[in-house]
């Protein structure tokens, strides 16, 4: 990840065991309250919970990546995504709390106001591949999201239109 013209390195600030735990309902989603391993509470800042590659490859269930406050105690949504309930026993690896910086993220709705300041850039790697043009696709979600202030896409693999008003009300997608 970039911010401000430099790489942010995400370091890892905890792992997360499951408690003896059964899901019964197969393809069915339960939230937990889960343990944090070596948790200092010097850190209190915004993670992301990450599965671990050994639960996964494991096939029990699928950990949900969620944003958390890290503490001592963290929301864990696991999914069961086979046809038999399934039990993870107590000291089961299910994740990574990750800890980047909290200002990367949103604390309420008002915040995001605030967000298309490019704080953050994100790079789409394709390669040798070049941009690709698509054609307008019409949609009504545009205008209720243009109420919403949402800001032109800019760079080589964005689209190439934009809304023109036609009439008092209506807006269309057109090619430049």
Known sequence: ?????????????????????????????VVIQDEVLNYDSAFKVTCIIEPSEEFHDRGKALVGKTVVTSN????????????????????????????????????????????????????????????????PQEDQHINNMMLKNIKPSEGPWSSEIVLVRKGWEHY?????
């Open 172 to 176: 269309v997608l057109c090619r430049l």
């Open 1 to 29: 990840m970039e911010r401000d013209n430099q790489q942010i390195h995400l370091s890892l600030l905890g792992k997360f065991v499951g408690w003896r735990l059964k899901i019964k309902s197969s393809r069915s989603e």
């Open 72 to 135: 001592e105690t963290v929301p864990v949504s696991l999914l069961n995504i086979s046809d038999n309930f399934q039990v993870l026993n107590v000291g089961t690896l299910v994740g990574y709390l990750i800890r980047a910086e909290a200002n990367l993220f949103a604390g309420s709705d008002s915040d995001l106001v605030q967000a298309h300041i490019n704080i953050v850039k994100h790079r789409i790697h394709t390669g040798a591949t070049r941009p690709i043009n698509q054609p």
